[in-house]
């Protein structure tokens, strides 16, 4: 049994019973839950974050990533009321100017966008992806790599976290579902793959490409296992060789590595790329970009002149259905773009990163220390702390890990007001100050005491 946080929440966890009456599980999604009962928060600020009970933590959760300037940024907040200001609206559910001048921001960011739709979360942002490359090449199936995560739907609630048991060779793993209700149609139409290893994923997309429209990847797992810049190079060459789309979903690693994604490092264009969580600026959000000729699919005013070479008959004379009562909001837009001017700002992406890699070097150094394994995973500013001797570069990898021990130190960590959920990786924002970071390895080094004590 964990130490959890003795005596010190007992307001989260009369909310979290109260909750749990009218809400499933207490939580408004599956992976905020954790036990014995989750934190329950009044108030951001910063870095930090204030439970009901008025503990504060350092926050490394940063809402899975999508708060890269912390929480109640100054400047989020001053474009959002002038955004309401000006216009006397909320939203206009009609076409307007902030749509277009992201999109032209989003184009200039990301090498592989060249047309921008936009949704209103990551999850709706890949399924909109995937839908597009089917329409363009006519082709019904989409190959996906173990242990990626791409939003909660039937077609992605694949092998996203599958048991050892039933996920078969690692160099062909079998497609298993992550939730009851996925049915059998998205078994047989979602290819699974493993993720770094070239040849065996070569293999298995030349026996489906006929039936494959697309493979869709995180470029770094989880937001901190890289794709190795040969198999990425692999994949681009053999997904192009063989008439099969690939999708980069960087919901995760759009402005966290450089402000033009994980395709600006890896000098790669996906044919389409999908956006969310920091676009948004901590206000709901995704994007679609990607090739013109694909992305004109969706245009509902396409005549004859621009189809395309690229287009099966089937679907040559269709359009393919994009809509969303919220897409384009405008408030989350102003956001977005005032986020982006920030992270934008000489040094902040460069400060950003430091500090991540100073952490990541001052954790290791500590853990080294007191004889534990422990390795930082990880490429701009998100990582993880992984307890192996092994490499990690995969969903596999990592499950060899010692979860155990990272869990017991987690627990610590939320007590001396560290907070990730438990097991969850590390984001760093631009407000994280030194003050945050020696105050976490401290922690760190208590937990460790405490754990290895035990
Ligand atoms: N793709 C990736 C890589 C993600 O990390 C997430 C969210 N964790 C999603 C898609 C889904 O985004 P959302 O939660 O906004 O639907």
Do not use: W
């Not at 006929?210 to 989880?222: A, H, K, M, R």
């Not at 004109?296 to 005013?301: G, K």
């Not at 001052?362 to 995973?377: A, D």
Request: aromatic letters at 8%.
């Amino acid at each position: 049994k964990h130490n959890f946080i003795p005596g010190r929440t007992a307001g989260s966890e009369r909310a979290f019973q109260d909750a749990k009456e009218v809400i499933p599980g207490g939580v408004t999604a599956n992976i905020k839950y954790f036990s014995p009962y989750p934190l329950v928060m009044e108030k951001g600020k910063g870095s930090r974050l204030l439970d009901v009970d008025g503990n504060e933590y350092i926050d490394y959760l940063l809402c899975y990533g999508a708060l890269i300037l912390g929480h109640g940024h100054s400047r989020v907040a001053e474009a959002v009321i002038s955004q309401m200001n000006s216009s006397g609206t909320f939203i206009f559910g009609s076409p307007h100017q902030l749509e277009v001048e992201m999109a032209r921001k989003l184009i200039t960011l990301f090498p592989g966008i060249e047309m921008v739709r936009y949704t209103n979360s990551g999850l709706e942002a890949t399924l909109l992806s995937i839908r597009l490359a089917e329409a363009y090449t006519g082709k019904r199936k989409v190959a996906k790599f173990e242990g990626h995560y791409h939003g909660g739907y039937d077609q992605m609630l694949v092998s996203v976290n599958p048991d050892a048991g039933k996920a078969g060779q690692a160099s062909n793993p079998n497609p298993v579902p992550d939730s009851k209700g996925i049915s059998d149609y998205h078994l047989e139409h979602t290819i699974v793959l493993p993720f770094n290893d070239l040849e065996a994923t070569e293999k298995i997309l030349r026996k489906h490409k006929d039936e494959l429209s697309s493979v869709i990847l995180e470029p770094i797992q989880g937001g901190f296992i890289p794709a190795e810049e040969k198999f990425m190079k692999g994949l681009r060459k053999i997904t192009e060789e063989l008439g099969i789309l690939l999708i980069f979903d960087e919901v995760k690693t759009g402005f966290r590595l450089t402000v033009g994604g994980a395709q600006t490092i890896y000098n790669i264009k996906p044919d389409i790329t999908a956006l969310g969580k920091v676009l948004g600026g901590g206000f709901p959000i995704g994007a679609v970009g990607g090739k013109k000729e694909i992305m004109a699919i969706m245009s509902p005013d396409r005549g004859k002149d621009i189809l395309t070479a690229g287009a099966k008959n089937d679907v040559k004379d269709d359009v393919m259905f994009h809509s969303g009562t919220y897409n384009g909001h405008p408030i989350v837009l102003a956001a977005g773009m005032a986020t982006i001017e920030v992270l934008e700002e000489p040094g902040t992406m460069e400060e950003l990163l430091r500090k991540s890699n100073n952490l990541r070097k001052e954790l290791e150094k500590l853990y080294n220390k007191y004889n534990l394994s422990m390795k930082t995973i990880g490429m701009g500013s998100i990582f993880n702390l992984v307890f192996t001797d092994g490499p990690v570069k995969n969903y596999r990898d990592m499950a060899k890990a010692d979860l155990e021990l990272r869990k017991k130190i987690d627990y610590e960590l939320l007590h001396r007001g560290i907070y990730t959920k438990p097991m969850n990786r590390y984001s760093m924002s631009v407000v994280h100050s030194r003050g945050d970071l020696q105050f976490t390895i401290d922690a760190h080094e208590k937990a460790i005491k405490k754990v290895i004590q035990k």
